[in-house]
């Protein structure tokens, strides 16, 4: 039997998505196991408090870290190749450089992370791993994303669609930012306050700019391909990419509200913030319109269950975020834990559950194995459950800490931060319940990626000896 | 939209349009700030031999800060008291003292200024331990703030913050230059433990940074928040009138006269013939002299030093052996100006104000009033008679 055109696709994707698939997973991991130290030595202050390796700080910055850049920088490598070449229809080329590419970024994560937690961190807002893993991530990314590119460029039609802009301008946007960054920070530094505003505006940026739209070309790409209809009123959706484009690289900067820095940084942030309503209606109006019409199909299908509770989340991320925003609101909760609260919204609720529903929906048709559908089932009440608790607690604790820090009369350590150690406590419990979802994600994975990871060299030979035969 | 290239720069020129503002334009606007007065006189100048703030860290606080970045504590303390505005009755706008103010984490908001000496500027966006900003001004001495580094909860009992045990040396013995601490880590919690501990040279670090942090000093852009009660609240709320420029840090071009002197000096420095000082030829556009022949102005005692002396050798020149910086020298330099001695007392203003903030000088400008006073106390002196460095250094005051 011939194989289709897909299936040609898909095996040319398959060692490299696995690769950064399994890589992926092994972050997330990485992550979790930070996440809970940190959370846990925000209850106890004694939780290994004698390794100076895991000190709180240190952790909380590695577990960002390893985050965004190991869990997130590999899914979006997968999740872009695979979404590219299906869409460009042409088969992934440049395998062997692109596998030499990710062990590098991966590497330099590890050795990043190391530096971080050997004492050499950066004062810089996500570029805080040691100066020098950073040509190397840039260096293995530039060849990724030109390879990315180059499966673009050779693609059969000549006309994109709303998955490919903003899976393209994540590629491109990064790269930028960091430049933009890195010839600020560490070139052509400026003195005072002003490389502070630009390391808040690369670290809210390459979340608004790298993150969200790949988890957006995901889902405008998934979502239609699952359910076979569609995207409604998908004309609009050319206005939200602009959108975003436009305001997105303004709107994260309000975190200065009353800073040092001139008054006009955070007013501009304000008011950007305020008029991203419009893209967040736009993503939301495409995706739930388009959802909604066969709701009894996307509950039954797991990835796409995935992706609508991410988008969702994004919804209602953002919504939130622009109030969060307002002036009078900032002053109250800028300095509280309810950073912590879009960090996780952003970034777990909304993109990472996103990937989860893309990995699904991908790694079946590369590998040609089926993940069973309870495992997946659990994965997905487990993550939505332990995300839910994480961030209310993160929302309510937040508002708590926010409105008893502006209390003058009330004593910082005995009644301000005693009144939010409950909602740590919960946090921590919430930690344990995804880094337990995120095991059975991983085990879930890596049983289809390694079917049988210790009889590899034995079924080669066999298959050799068949040709030959 | 489909081809690639045209897609890219429309993305990235969205992106540069921020780029243009938050990078270029605010660099525009404050990259130039320097150390300031803490008030102007009324017509906008520097009061003349004014101390500049902010001072900077000594080296101890500044390796200090080395350490607190790399602990990670920037995770949960800020480095920055926030500026509450409202509009008063009359619909002004108004600084309020704000709930920073008035937890007593500051004298006055934060201002650009504060942070332009230090090497790594930890603002922070997370307090889950207090602002430290001013930690340096509540005067905590040394053990307690050794006893809070190694043990907050010895001293806060329901502090959160993680102990820093790997910075000390620990023993149940008192020793030369040991501290107590009043454990309550370990297995009986109802009874602290008394220890002994010795500070490594990291813990002294990062205490002599802590103790650094302090914004005590008030700028030309925001004063202390003055204590003032207000009947319509409860609270103390303490206001002032708020100028125009505030919250917009000032620029070195709003010092008008300072600015100008400064052009009109550099002229007069570089410029060879009559209504020039020629000052160029031998001190260089660099103001680092020649080695040998021509004394440096770049970093110079005398140049920084005493006005007085400066327009003493302005006027009549200056000739044989001079130690600058530890150098000596040995020539003979006219007085300035083409004929020599022909620069009027603005020129000659301008030219020394010049040379004292150029280069990485910075010293305080001398007025043409100064160079006349000088002028009419010399007007019995032969206009050829040079000065010798000896005379001069007997005659005058040392250098600053």
């Keep these: ?469 | 939209m489909d081809n690639i290239f045209k897609f890219s720069f429309g993305i990235l020129a969205t992106l540069a349009f921020a780029w243009l503002a938050f990078v270029v334009g605010a660099n525009l606007q404050y990259g130039d700030l320097s150390p300031e007065a803490e008030n102007f006189e009324d017509d906008g100048s520097r009061p003349p031999d004014a101390e500049l703030y902010p001072k900077d860290m000594s080296g101890l606080a500044k390796q200090g800060a080395e350490e607190y970045l790399a602990l990670g504590c920037v995770s949960c303390h800020t480095q920055q008291v926030r500026l509450f505005t409202k509009k008063d009755a009359n619909g002004k706008k108004v600084v309020e003292a704000g709930f920073d103010i008035q937890r007593g984490w500051g004298k006055r908001a934060s201002m650009p200024r504060d942070y332009i000496l230090q090497d790594h500027v930890m603002l922070g966006n997370t307090r889950i331990g207090p602002d430290l900003a001013n930690f340096g001004m509540n005067e905590k001495d040394n053990d307690w703030l050794h006893r809070h580094l190694f043990e907050p909860q010895s001293l806060v009992p329901d502090s959160i913050c993680p102990p820093s045990p790997f910075l000390y040396e620990v023993s149940d013995e008192p020793k030369d230059g040991s501290i107590m601490v009043d454990s309550h880590d370990g297995e009986d919690e109802g009874n602290p433990k008394t220890r002994y501990v010795f500070p490594s040279i990291r813990a002294n670090r990062i205490v002599g940074y802590l103790k650094a942090l302090k914004q005590d000093y008030e700028l030309p852009e925001l004063p202390f928040v003055k204590a003032k009660e207000e009947k319509s609240d409860s609270n103390v709320i303490t206001t002032q009138g708020i100028p125009d420029w505030v919250r917009y840090p000032v620029p070195s071009s709003v010092l008008t006269d300072l600015s100008s002197q400064m052009s009109a000096g550099k002229e007069v420095y570089t410029k060879i013939g009559p209504g020039g000082g020629g000052c160029v030829t031998c001190h260089q556009p660099t103001g680092l002299g020649l080695p040998v022949a021509f004394p440096p102005l770049a970093g110079s005692d005398w140049v920084n030093g005493d006005k007085d002396r400066l327009i003493k050798i302005s006027l009549f020149g200056l000739m044989g052996e001079i130690e600058v910086n530890g150098v000596k020298f040995n020539g003979a330099m006219p007085a300035p100006g083409t004929p020599p001695g022909s620069l009027t007392d603005q020129q000659i203003a301008d030219v020394l104000t010049f040379v004292r903030n150029s280069w990485g000088n910075s010293a305080s400008a001398v007025s043409p009033s100064e160079v006349s006073e000088v002028r009419a106390s010399l007007k019995d002196r032969v206009a050829t008679q040079m000065w010798t460095a000896a005379e001069l250094t007997s005659h005058s005051k040392p250098a600053q």
């Design chain 1, 1 to 469: 039997m011939k194989d289709t055109a897909e299936q040609v696709i898909d095996r040319s994707a398959k060692t490299v998505v696995s690769f950064f698939v399994a890589s992926a997973g092994l972050w997330l991991l990485a992550a979790a196991l930070l996440a809970y130290i940190a959370a846990a030595k925000l209850t106890d202050p004694f939780f290994l408090s004698s390794c100076e390796f895991l000190t709180y700080g240190k952790v909380k910055v590695a577990q960002a870290n390893a985050f965004v850049y190991g869990w997130g920088g590999n899914s979006i490598f997968a999740a872009t190749l695979w979404i590219l070449a299906r869409l460009s229809q042409v088969e992934v080329r440049g395998r062997i450089m692109l596998l030499f590419s990710g062990v590098l970024w991966n590497l330099a994560i590890s050795f990043g992370l190391l530096g971080i937690l050997d004492g050499h961190m950066n004062a810089h807002e996500m570029l805080e791993m040691p100066t020098v893993v950073w040509p190397v991530l840039f260096i293995s990314y530039a060849i990724i994303a030109f390879l990315a590119l180059v499966i673009h460029r050779s693609r059969k039609h000549s006309d994109t669609i709303a998955p490919q802009w903003f899976i393209l301008a994540s590629l491109i946007w990064f790269p930028a930012l960091f430049l933009i960054a890195w010839n600020g920070l560490e070139i052509n530094p400026a003195r005072g306050t002003l490389p502070s505003v630009l390391s808040l505006w690369f670290g809210q940026s390459l979340i608004w700019l790298w993150l969200t739209p790949m988890a957006l070309g995901a889902a405008y790409y998934v979502i239609p391909t699952i359910l076979g209809r569609p995207i409604d009123k998908y004309y609009l959706a050319i206005f939200g990419f602009w959108c975003i484009a436009a305001l997105a690289p303004w709107s994260v900067v309000h975190h200065l509200e009353g800073g040092p820095v001139p008054m006009w940084i955070p007013a501009i942030g304000t008011v950007m913030s305020i008029a991203m309503i419009f893209p967040i209606a736009v993503a939301s109006t495409n995706f739930h319109a388009t959802a909604f019409k066969d709701i009894s199909k996307v509950w039954s299908n797991l990835p796409l269950r995935f992706v609508i509770f991410g988008t969702i989340s994004y919804t209602l991320s953002s919504y939130i975020g622009v109030i969060f925003s307002l002036p009078d609101v900032a002053k109250l909760t800028q300095f509280s834990i309810i950073n912590e609260f879009h960090f996780n919204q952003r970034v777990y609720g909304f993109f990472s559950m996103i990937i989860f529903g893309v990995v699904y929906h991908m790694l079946p048709k590369i590998t040609g194995k089926e993940i069973s559908k309870s495992a997946k089932s659990f994965h997905f009440w487990t993550s939505a459950f332990g995300v839910l608790i994480l961030l209310l607690a993160y929302l309510i604790g937040g508002l708590t800490h926010g409105v008893l820090a502006q209390q003058p009369s009330l004593d910082w350590s005995s009644s301000v931060i005693s009144s939010v150690q409950p909602y740590f406590k919960i946090t921590k419990y919430a930690f344990v319940i995804l880094g337990f979802s995120q095991l059975v994600f991983v085990i879930n994975i890596w049983k289809v990626i390694f079917p049988n990871p210790f009889a590899c060299c034995f079924t080669s030979s066999i298959e050799k000896k068949g040709k030959t035969a």
